[in-house]
C-alpha cells in the first residue's frame, strides 16, 4: 500500500481513521487537525466547498505530516487530477468516478493513496477492486447529506480499509460506528453551520463523538 500521511494512523491501533471533508479556510483547517483528525479533504470538483489547487497548496501546508490531505475529484480527465494534485501538494487522491480500474492503474504509478468513493446500493463494494487503498461507501446519492440506512445490510467486509460517509453528523455518528465498525469515517456537510462554511465547534463535537463509537 502507498503510505502518505495519516493511513497507517487507524491500522496500527483500534483509533478509528476520521476524515473532515470540504475544508476551505485556514481555520477550518487548524481545528480539523486540532481536534484529532487524521485526515482533511479539499474539494477540486463542481461544489459550493470547490476550491483551487493555489488555495490548496496554502492550506496543506499547515497540515502536520501526520495528517493526510486528500484531493476529492469527479469524473475529471486524468490530466486535470494529475496536475492539481501537482500543484496541491495533496497527498492522497479522492475519485467519484470514473469506474474505470485503467483510470486507477495510471494514478497508482504516481505515489499518491487511492480512495475510491462508490455508493451505498445493491452490490456490496470490496476495497482494492479498482486497486484503491481505501473505498469510501457514501449514501446511495452522493453528497446529498442525508443519513441512510446504515444497517439494513452488511457492508464492507471487516478488515478492509473503508470509511462510512453520507448523511455524518455529531449527533448519528456514534450509532453509526457501532452499527457497521468501519475502519473510519468522512463527513462534511455534518459539520457545517450552512452549505460551504464550516462550523469548527461541530468539527470538534463530530471527531470526540465518532471516537466513543469504536
Known amino acids: 500500500m502507498r503510505q502518505a500521511g495519516g493511513v497507517s494512523n487507524s491500522s496500527d491501533s483500534d483509533l478509528l481513521f476520521v476524515k473532515i471533508c470540504g475544508l476551505?479556510?485556514?481555520q477550518d483547517v487548524d481545528t480539523a487537525v486540532e481536534a484529532g483528525a487524521d485526515a482533511v479533504g479539499f474539494v477540486f470538483s463542481a461544489s459550493p466547498r470547490r476550491i483551487d489547487a493555489a488555495l490548496?497548496?496554502?492550506l496543506?501546508?499547515?497540515v502536520p505530516e501526520h495528517v493526510l490531505t486528500v484531493g476529492v475529484f469527479r469524473e475529471e480527465p486524468l490530466a486535470d487530477v494529475r496536475a492539481v494534485a501537482a500543484?496541491?501538494?495533496i497527498r492522497a487522491i479522492q475519485l467519484h468516478g470514473p469506474d474505470d480500474r485503467a483510470y486507477y492503474d495510471e494514478l497508482a504509478s504516481d505515489d499518491l493513496t487511492l480512495i475510491r468513493a462508490a455508493a451505498f446500493g445493491d452490490a456490496v463494494p470490496r476495497c482494492g477492486d479498482f486497486g484503491e487503498d481505501m473505498l469510501l461507501l457514501d449514501a446511495p446519492v452522493p453528497g446529498s447529506g442525508i443519513a441512510?440506512?446504515?444497517a439494513s445490510k452488511p457492508l464492507v467486509a471487516a478488515g478492509e480499509k473503508w470509511l462510512l460517509a453520507?448523511?455524518?453528523t455529531p449527533e448519528n455518528v456514534r450509532d453509526a460506528v457501532a452499527a457497521t465498525s468501519p475502519w473510519g469515517v468522512d463527513v462534511s456537510s455534518g459539520v457545517e453551520q450552512r452549505r460551504g462554511v464550516k462550523d469548527h465547534g461541530l468539527i470538534r463535537e463530530f471527531v470526540k463523538a465518532a471516537r466513543a463509537g469504536r
Open 56 to 58: 490548496a497548496a496554502r
Open 148 to 150: 441512510w440506512d446504515w
Open 87 to 89: 500543484e496541491s501538494g
Open 24 to 26: 476551505r479556510t485556514e
Open 166 to 168: 453520507g448523511g455524518l
Open 60 to 62: 496543506s501546508r499547515r
